[in-house]
């Protein structure tokens, strides 16, 4: 049975681990924080590569960044990374075939083989974060766009310049969707600027209803976010993953979203692909699992 | 050369006309009113198919509505028309296959085949009318999702629930980039309920302010609606077709689209298939050119 050595390369951390053809993980998950500079970052992806490489038969590549068509490069902006990374010439980690691809995108291709959307031909992944990732299944396959960049999930949902993006754009689905969202919706529904997204969580399950409110917008904000996007793609799910998943009311949001939507009944879920759905979903493509 | 038999069933009327498999209409174009009764339609629809049935290779069908995967009925909701009409058995219609697609859909297969997205793997179509139709292509197909409902452009530009949209929710992309949208935003912003569209474009032309304050805003929201498509796509182009695409400046649209997406950059164009493009696309998906 094939195995990949699996790296997930984002702001913060940078992980690795060796995943089956299966999709299971046989090998401890190692963490480091991401180093600050271009050439450390190089430094540590080749150790990682040099250690594994010969136990593998092809190293995956989950990356922030959206990645080009052909799986080995970076194309376009990639957030909270040194600037130079999208330069990285991913091949000459390793005498083996490195494939590359978005860390939403393999996450939502793990979710589609091994997780909570697999069976489907057609799905939309969330991943409700500190920001708010996506990846789109479009008949079986990952939709990337003419040069790979598609699926960012910044599209507004108002055009007042309201909140400011991490896109350098304004009011994209992530300023409300993600843990940053709720944060800020809480500052101004509150008018209290040292709330964090944790105090609403904690509020609302202390059945606190100034934070409960809150947090009804919040998830609001999502389905609103969700019929879009179903009414685009007339998906048979939509999985949400990511931290903040966990406190979605997912029955209640497909209940309101098929009362809106103009296209066929579809349904929120959240996703089972575990924490390391992007290494997974990696691993899975570089071996071909389809 | 095969010939194809199309015809355009929308809510205001029903258009037939003989197409050729460049693309070509080779024919009048017919015009009537839909009736208002089932009956009536289905009537005309069978009339219109025996006096043209035995002169072409198949029957080509643009169509309001979803329509299903296998390209032979309805699925989901149409609007304006007689209610019993999802139920048309269309292959009953002729001993020759009845071939059925949505309009937007044909439409942006017509664009993708013969107009403004010729040679383009990845495009978004648009169409500025009194409503918003869409039609999306992906890797050189049309997006239909898991019901063949896909590419409905009821996205919302807020969520406050400001103004209503045909579909039964708020403030869809179509409530502000349609001529219905542009109508709106001349009454709320210049607080006068007698204007209409035409008032606009005509002060517009005048070089009124007040109308070209109205129109910028229009325009405004059209372009914030490409901005998230673009973002979800990455597409090669954004094609504008309607009615109302005409007034629409798709190169200063492009330059500020550009300046505001994550994925890497689009053009936005007018639509150049023609105001049958509808019935060329269904035509030229029945025959099979791709």
Not at 57 to 64: E, K, P, Y
Not at 177 to 192: H, I, Q, V, Y
Not at 264 to 276: E, L
Request: hydrophobic residues 35%.
């Amino acid at each position: 049975m094939k195995k990949a050595l699996a790296i997930d390369i984002g702001g913060t951390k940078i992980s690795n681990c060796i995943v089956k053809e299966t999709g299971e993980i046989v090998s401890e998950v190692e963490k480091r924080s991401t180093p600050k500079l271009f050439s450390e970052i190089k430094n540590l992806l080749t150790e990682i590569v040099k250690k594994y490489e010969n136990d593998v038969d092809i190293i995956a590549i989950a990356t922030c960044g959206a990645v080009n068509n052909e799986n080995t490069g970076i194309v376009g902006s990639t957030g909270n990374i040194a600037k130079e990374y999208p330069t990285l010439k991913f091949n000459e980690l390793s005498k083996k075939t490195v494939f590359v691809e978005n860390d939403a995108n393999s996450a939502a291709w793990a979710e589609h083989i091994i997780g909570a959307s697999r069976g489907y031909a057609h799905s939309v992944m969330l991943t409700l974060g500190t920001g708010v990732g996506g990846g789109i299944i479009v008949d079986n396959k990952i939709l990337k766009g003419k040069n790979g960049a598609a699926g960012e999930m910044h599209f507004k949902m108002r055009t007042d310049r309201h909140r400011s993006c991490t896109c350098g754009s304004f009011d994209c689905f992530e300023t409300y969707a993600s843990g940053n969202g709720l944060k800020d919706t809480a500052r101004e529904m509150l008018k209290d600027d040292t709330l964090s997204s944790y105090d609403v969580i904690d509020g609302v399950k202390k059945g606190d209803e100034r934070f409960i409110r809150v947090f009804n917008q919040w998830q609001n904000d999502i389905k609103d976010g969700i019929i879009g996007l179903s009414n685009i793609f007339d998906p048979d799910c939509v999985v949400l993953s990511g931290s903040m998943a966990q406190f979605v009311d997912t029955d209640l949001v497909t209940k309101l979203v098929n009362s809106d939507i103009v296209t066929t009944p579809t349904k929120v879920v959240r996703g089972s692909a575990g924490n390391y759905s992007g290494m997974i979903g990696a691993a899975l493509l570089a071996m071909g699992v389809k």
